[in-house]
């Protein structure tokens, strides 16, 4: 009897595995304008998928916020009415926030250090954002983070006198500035413009091609050379909709997404260099960071650390990627 | 009188080729750019209801204008009709096709985007040629932060120069807004569309109003976007056309309506753009056919846009 069960399941698992696909309609939320590289993407994807599910999978995109900031989307995966999005690792931390430690400023220096750090770390980050119900089905890098202010900066007590818009409503962000000895203030992204006008905002971090995109370089013309932070991100689906994908065909549609965003950091990386080069030609002044003073970033970033501590991520967490980083430096 | 006016034009662009072709003749080319600039050649196209005729014809008239251009035309007038030819010509038949093309053709549709930008940016340094003639070191203006002594300046009969070039370059920019060579400049465009709505706010039976309908309804508002100010231009547009074009409803449903996915607006808006009269030949027709086309395809495109609500049976959290 036992092994007729057995058999009956296994019968019942292989059904399912192999099951055809009837039209499945995923509609995906972003943030990214209409007509940008990740925008272009992720049409890409969607073409991509339409052809390996043999035109089942319809991907409906919705690009530009028109549904929501982040939170809105994951709350409108939550109840069905999206199955997907492109989340910034900000937007990604609102599902899991331990997936924030990867942003934490001057923790990760490079390309090469970022790769290694999210082969260890992300399929744990994975497995967080499962348990909640939502699917990462592939990782992005976006590019780096930089300082942009309306005087020189170079070392960290060039930055200080300056008034830094950070983003809103993150009491643990501007708590992690300030503890770092800045004068950190919270401003809306749709403000940042009129704030550097009025002069109510001397400084922002942003990376350059979203810098050069607002032109909010046209008033903030010093670039800091130092890279703050990775931007990273990730195209997730809800549980409840990738479930509805036959098991055989989700690593194909892995695969195909993978490569999309892997061409697409190449492909933004190019436009970057093409941004600063047109952002200098409008007067942009990039000032590269000498060893001393990037350690001393480092140690700066340090300090606002602990604003996380405890409530985005454990200390064990924090202890554990600098752990690799340690590892990774000393290879 | 259309039917004369479309004989007329035929006759200009036959005896423009021969001309052109056969002497160097300054006064020919200046007679032929003369009359082909003129307004009296334009409601020919813009009359028509049938808009593949005219986008079949138009490609023939761009090419003449650059034909007059290259032998060395100092006609101001002559600038303006070449640019502005390829600012219509590819918004309505490279960049209005591509938006309607469905997502799965996304390499078509990249490749017509891409062409649509060249055109736009061709037609506004056209335009900008013809600035350059008005206003010798308008050019340069553009980046030395005197633009705005120079539009001070400006009288009533520059403002098609200023719409058009304004149009071109945001046209541009919003079919690659990543491209910041062409973005650096969206306020200069910006600048000259306020001139030429100060100089002539009924132009175009309200244009400068329907462009600003979609600058400030697309735009974020981190870069000057506001919902207020569309709606405003909205109002003007449609009392200024006096609700006999398409366009405005379409820019204001595809704009504001979508950002804050508002189902019944959206449809109100498009079913009105519908509703316009396009049996009469009008100089608005050929427009009002192409908006119409656009807003039959927006209706049936809708939950494109705007997110349904939530399946039923799903409990919200």
Redesign the interface.
């Known amino acids: 009897m036992n092994r007729l069960s057995m058999g009956i399941a296994a019968l019942v698992c292989t059904a399912l595995l192999t099951s055809p696909l009837h039209a499945l309609t995923i509609?995906v939320g972003s943030i990214a304008?209409d007509?940008?590289?990740w925008d272009?993407a992720l049409?890409?994807i969607?073409?991509e998928w339409?052809a390996i599910s043999g035109g089942t999978i319809d991907?409906?995109?919705?690009p530009?916020g028109?549904?929501g900031n982040e939170p809105d989307m994951i709350?409108?995966m939550?109840?069905?009415?999206?199955h997907a999005a492109i989340f910034t690792g900000m937007g990604m931390s609102y599902i899991s926030p331990e997936i924030f430690s990867l942003s934490l400023a001057f923790l990760v220096r490079d390309d090469r250090e970022l790769a290694f750090i999210m082969g260890k770390m992300t399929p744990y980050y994975e497995k967080l954002t499962l348990k909640k119900g939502f699917v990462t089905v592939t990782w992005a890098k976006a590019g780096w983070v930089n300082f942009f202010s309306t005087k020189p900066v170079v070392y960290p007590r060039d930055l200080k006198p300056l008034k830094l818009s950070v983003a809103e409503n993150d009491a643990e962000i501007l708590q992690a500035w300030r503890s770092m000895g800045y004068n950190a203030i919270p401003l809306s992204?749709?403000?940042?413009?009129t704030a550097l006008q009025n002069g109510m905002i001397e400084a922002y971090y942003a990376p350059p091609?979203v810098s050069?995109?607002?032109?909010w370089f046209?008033i903030a013309k010093h670039m800091c050379g130092i890279r703050i932070a990775p931007l990273i991100g990730g195209l997730v689906v809800s549980k409840r909709s990738w479930d509805q994908i036959p098991a055989a065909m989700r690593p194909k549609l892995i695969a195909s997404a993978k490569k999309v965003v892997d061409q697409l950091y190449i492909d933004t990386k190019a436009?970057e260099t093409?941004?600063i080069a047109?952002?200098k030609q409008?007067g942009l002044v990039i000032h590269e960071v000498p060893a001393d003073a990037a350690k001393l970033w480092e140690k700066e970033g340090y300090k606002g650390y602990d604003a996380y501590v405890g409530k985005t991520f454990s200390r064990d967490l924090l202890t554990k990627i600098q752990g690799y980083l340690k590892e990774y430096r000393n290879k | 009188m259309n039917i004369q006016t479309l004989q007329y034009n035929c006759l200009i662009l036959v005896l423009a080729s021969v001309l052109v072709s056969c002497s160097g003749n300054k006064l020919a080319l200046r007679m032929v750019g003369d009359a082909l600039s003129s307004t009296a050649s334009g409601t020919a196209l813009t009359g028509d209801d049938d808009p593949e005729l005219v986008g079949d014809a138009l490609p023939f008239a761009l090419k003449l204008y650059e034909i007059l251009i290259e032998k060395g035309s100092d006609n101001p007038g002559l600038f303006l009709a070449a640019g502005s030819g390829f600012i219509m010509y590819s918004n309505a038949y490279v960049q209005g096709p591509a938006d309607m093309l469905p997502d799965r053709e996304f390499e078509k549709k990249e490749q017509m985007t891409v062409r649509s930008k060249k055109l736009y940016l061709r037609g506004r340094d056209y335009v900008l040629q013809g600035l350059e003639l008005k206003y010798p070191g308008f050019s340069a203006s553009l980046d030395s932060g005197t633009l705005p002594d120079l539009l001070a300046a400006m009288k009533a009969d520059d403002v098609p120069y200023l719409y058009w070039t304004g149009a071109g370059w945001m046209a541009a920019y919003a079919a690659d807004p990543f491209d910041v060579a062409v973005g650096v400049g969206v306020r200069n465009a910006a600048a000259m569309m306020e001139a030429a709505l100060r100089l002539d706010e009924a132009f175009g039976a309200g244009s400068i109003h329907e462009f600003f309908i979609s600058y400030y309804g697309a735009l974020p508002q981190s870069m000057g976007g506001s919902e207020e100010k569309a709606r405003h231009h909205f109002k003007r547009a449609v009392e200024l056309s006096k609700g006999l074009k398409a366009s405005p409803y379409v820019s204001l449903a595809s704009t504001v309506s979508v950002k804050n996915q508002n189902m019944k607006e959206f449809v109100e808006l498009l079913n009105k753009a519908l509703a316009v009269d396009v049996s009469e030949k009008t100089d608005t027709r050929l427009v009002n056919i192409l908006a119409q086309r656009k807003a039959r395809w927006l209706l049936d495109h809708r939950d494109d846009r705007i997110l349904s609500d939530a399946p039923k049976g799903v409990k919200k959290k």
């Open positions: 509609k304008p007509g940008s590289p272009k049409k890409k969607a073409a339409k991907m409906k995109i919705y530009g028109i549904v709350r409108k939550n109840i069905g009415q999206l992204t749709n403000d940042l413009m091609l050069a995109s607002f032109q046209g436009l093409s941004a047109t952002m409008h």
